[in-house]
């Protein structure tokens, strides 16, 4: 398949979840949280793609929809729908607490503009992959968005994944969620400030003293006093 026909295909099927997610999402029973889910779940995957098509579109691929982000990560998103089922099927009542939900989605839009944001601020500097070696164009961004955390696109990302079991009222995998979440994030963050700190040296190093992750109890890779690993 083709790279225009294999975009043509995901962006269809997201179009769709989302047209479906919406029309659920005006019916006042418990089809209303599913329906607002599948249209968080839609909006995230589709304005990945858009996203880099407009601020990196050298880097541009059909994985840029990141549909296809790890194994983990579809286990992660069925577990939800399974917990979901499960609960409404013994307790219906319980998928009715709309203000719960509706907090959730407040957590899935104000985690969606924090990660755009990044990308939109970083622009090229912007990569779905940790990055292993400096490009010549490769510049430390530290204006915008990235003044107020050093990790703005995982900060977005964290809340939003623990917004959408949040939507689903789904206490279990809200737990679950935020452990996982917090862990991987914490070794991500570790993982690319050693590589951030190979780059930028210095630069890195003061931006850190100044500058959190924003991601909670995650300090990142912070070395020797005397920049020594």
């Known amino acids: 398949m083709s790279l ?4 043509a295909v995901r962006s269809a099927f997201l179009g769709s979840v989302f047209a479906t997610g919406f029309y659920f999402a005006t019916l006042d029973n418990s089809c ?10 839609s909006l995230f995957h589709f304005s990945e793609f858009l996203s880099v098509a407009l601020t990196n579109p050298r880097t541009l691929t059909v994985d840029s929809f990141i549909l296809n982000h790890s194994v983990q990560y579809w286990v992660a998103a069925v577990s939800s729908w399974i917990e979901a089922a499960v609960e409404y099927y013994f ?10 939900s509706h907090i959730g989605v407040i957590m899935c839009i104000i985690g969606e503009v924090m990660r755009k944001s990044a990308m939109f601020t970083a622009k090229t500097n912007f990569n779905h992959h940790v990055q292993t070696v400096k490009k010549d164009d490769h510049q430390l961004v ?4 990235y003044s107020l955390c050093r990790h703005p696109s995982y900060v977005g990302w964290f809340y939003w994944s623990i917004g959408t079991q949040i939507i689903l009222l789904n206490p279990i995998c809200v737990i679950i969620y935020t452990l ?15 590589f951030l700190i190979s780059f930028f040296g210095s630069q890195y190093l003061e931006y850190q003293k100044k500058v ?12 020797d006093v005397d920049g020594s690993w």
């Open 32 to 41: 209303h949280i599913f329906g607002l889910y599948a249209m968080a779940f």
């Open 142 to 145: 530290t204006h915008g968005v």
């Open 212 to 223: 959190g992750t924003g991601l909670p109890f995650i300090k990142g890779y912070i070395p």
């Open 180 to 194: 996982v979440s917090w862990t991987f994030f914490n070794e991500r963050v570790f993982a690319e400030e050693m």
């Open 91 to 100: 307790f219906p009542n319980m998928k009715t607490v709309f203000w719960i």
């Open 4 to 7: 225009n026909a294999s975009v």
